[in-house]
């Protein structure tokens, strides 16, 4: 059964300080994994999307690598703002068969930044 | 670009009403539309998709009869709750992509509430 593990399933981490948040998946055959940010009663913003080939992707404070190995990934914050504070939801696509184009969706990390 | 308009935000309506939801693409021409429901807390579970011009296609355990989905335009899909109870509250959401596989764009949701 395809899965995504989202861990810590909540992090309260104070303003300017760093954070990272990880997600294990047995989604197979893999397509990509991408990183949203959805704040409270909005949809899904896309932050990072990687395929198999990538290890590491940037936008702006947000880092994300993958492991396509060990079916591991992490979203890494870095000089944390009051507006991060969001669920972060690891999103796997699978590739071929019947899950081609299917998206499997992590429960999310609610991230709270304190000032 | 890639904008996903979602309409209304919020509703509030009696038990046994019939409720309509509509799902924009503003700027690209979607000829897949997903419908979501998110619970608090939890993460986004698929409900059904659709492409334009044809019936759509629904998730294990979701009725089609009481979630009616209309993707009659390459730009409009909409999701009707018909006969709304109070356990059909819920945060739904819309999403959509030109392709069935391509990234696909949210909507902002709507928070519907039944009394």
């Known amino acids: 059964k395809n899965q995504v593990e989202q861990s810590p399933q909540s992090l309260i981490i104070l303003e300017g300080k760093n954070c990272t948040l990880q997600?294990?998946?047995?989604?197979?055959?893999?397509?990509?994994l991408r990183w949203y940010k959805q704040d409270t009663g909005r949809g899904p913003v896309s932050l990072t999307i990687?395929?198999?080939?990538?290890n590491t992707k940037s936008n702006g404070r947000y880092t994300a690598t993958l492991d396509a190995d060990t079916k591991q990934s992490s979203l890494h914050i870095t000089a944390s703002q009051l507006s991060d504070s969001a669920s972060y939801i690891c999103?796997?696509?699978?590739?071929?068969?019947?899950?081609?184009?299917?998206?499997?969706f992590g429960q999310g990390t609610i991230l709270t930044v304190h000032p | 670009g890639a904008v996903v308009s979602q309409h209304p935000s919020w509703v509030i309506c009696k038990s046994g009403t019939s409720v309509k939801i509509e799902c924009r693409s503003l700027?690209?021409?979607?000829?897949?539309m997903f419908w979501y429901r998110q619970f608090p807390k939890q993460s986004l579970m698929l409900m059904a998709t659709?492409?334009?011009?044809?019936?759509?296609?629904?998730e294990q355990g979701v009725e089609k009869d009481k979630f009616l989905i209309n993707h009659a335009s390459l730009t409009l899909s909409t999701l009707t709750v018909t006969s709304a109870h109070p356990e059909d509250s819920s945060f739904y959401i819309c999403?959509?992509?030109?392709?069935?596989?391509?990234?696909?764009?949210f909507g902002d949701g709507t928070r519907l509430s039944i009394l």
């Open positions: 999403s959509a992509s030109q392709i069935g596989t391509q990234p696909q764009h």
């Open positions: 997600c294990n998946y047995t989604v197979s055959p893999f397509s990509n």
């Open positions: 999103v796997v696509s699978g590739a071929g068969g019947t899950s081609y184009g299917k998206l499997t």
């Open positions: 700027d690209f021409q979607a000829t897949t």
């Open positions: 659709s492409n334009e011009g044809s019936k759509a296609t629904y």
């Open positions: 990687m395929t198999f080939s990538e």
